[in-house]
């Protein structure tokens, strides 16, 4: 099969039908073999009797069903392991994308050898509360991430060699970073396409707080220290300790020099508790010795950890 859309719903039962119809016009002109996976993410309105009507009509339409709501990034993952199309689409649910966009995505995929291509709204029409954080977060997400291309990391379409959604793992609300583990996995041919964006026709968006921009933030630091240390920890814990106590062992020596010094002169030497290096010298070593307990807590976590030994493999002969 040529292509599998993949399209993450959480209440959108107006805009499936001409999402539908149009994704089908597109695939009918291309003459692509195609699939189109609704995944509705415990949708509360009619999106499900909408997706079974469609399929019931159509034999390209299959449908997954949460029975309660966890998220785009959840959506997504089941979406992309039930995809059986070489290339994998994704696309959000409310005709803000445009199924136009797949004919070119397919063909940089297959022909120009790229594992990732993202969507790029380079005209958005989001309100400004929505466009200008987010052009903030993905100079941030450029930055940390090292993918210097992307403009867009959180643009809902996009395209996917089947080998990249069968290797990552999106959950949380990672959908954000699906560059970044893609990248992760070594998937680093990645790509963008500056694509059409509409504004909203129905319903409302789901992403509107502001709080996703802080856990959007923590997500993308967890992601950079996952990456960098998530399998040896005590490289950064054992290396940040062993600083600490140093600079402890420097204010102890301080310390000790200070009451020497006075002892050799003959003079009463002040109280150790009375030097500022006494506080450090005891802050830094107890700050090491926790810094040091973290690290090995962490190996020990690493060590027993299900995913351990993952490691993507691209050929085996
Ligand atoms: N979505 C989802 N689960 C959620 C929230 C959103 O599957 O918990 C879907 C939503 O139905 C849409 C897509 O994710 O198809 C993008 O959401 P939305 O359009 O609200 O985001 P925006 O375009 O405003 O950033
Ligand atoms: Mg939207």
Redesign the pocket.
């Given at each position: 099969m040529d292509i599998s859309v993949v399209?993450?719903?959480?209440?959108?039962a107006e805009s499936l039908p001409p999402l539908h119809e149009w994704i089908t016009r597109v695939m009918g002109e291309h003459g692509f073999s195609y699939e189109i996976i609704f995944v509705s993410?415990g949708s509360t309105d009619a999106s499900w009797d909408v997706i079974e009507q469609l399929s019931a009509t159509d034999t390209h339409v299959r449908g997954i069903k949460f029975r309660r709501?966890y998220?785009?990034s959840p959506?997504l993952f089941c979406g992309f392991r039930a995809a059986t199309g070489d290339v994998v689409i994704t696309m959000?649910?409310?005709l803000?994308d445009s199924p136009d966009e797949i004919p070119e995505l397919y063909r940089m995929i297959r022909e120009d050898g790229y594992d990732l291509v993202s969507g790029y709204k380079q005209k958005r029409y989001?309100p400004l509360s929505k466009t200008i954080p987010t052009k903030l977060f993905n100079a941030t997400a450029r930055r940390v991430s090292g993918i210097k291309n992307l403009h867009d990391f959180n643009c809902?379409l996009k395209a996917y060699r089947q080998d990249v959604v069968k290797n990552i793992e999106v959950y949380g609300e990672m959908h954000r970073y699906i560059p970044y583990l893609a990248k992760n996995a070594g998937f680093d041919k990645i790509g963008e396409k500056v694509v059409h964006h509409q504004a909203?026709k129905y319903g409302k968006?789901?992403?509107g707080g502001l709080n996703r921009f802080f856990n959007g933030y923590l997500d993308l630091l967890s992601l950079w220290f996952l990456n960098s240390f998530g399998l040896k920890p005590m490289h950064v814990f054992g290396f940040l300790g062993t600083l600490m106590f140093i600079i402890g062992l420097l204010a102890v020596m301080v310390v000790g020099g200070i009451k020497l010094v006075a002892i050799c002169k003959g003079v009463s030497a002040p109280l150790v508790a009375s030097s500022p290096y006494f506080y450090i010298a005891l802050t830094m070593m107890i700050l090491g010795t926790q810094l040091f307990v973290a690290g090995f807590l962490g190996e020990l976590i690493s060590r027993n950890a299900a995913g351990r030994n993952d490691y993507q493999i691209e050929k085996q002969l």
């Open positions: 399209v993450p719903l959480y209440n959108e993410d709501n998220g785009k959506a959000d649910a409310d803000q989001d809902g909203r968006t789901k992403f």
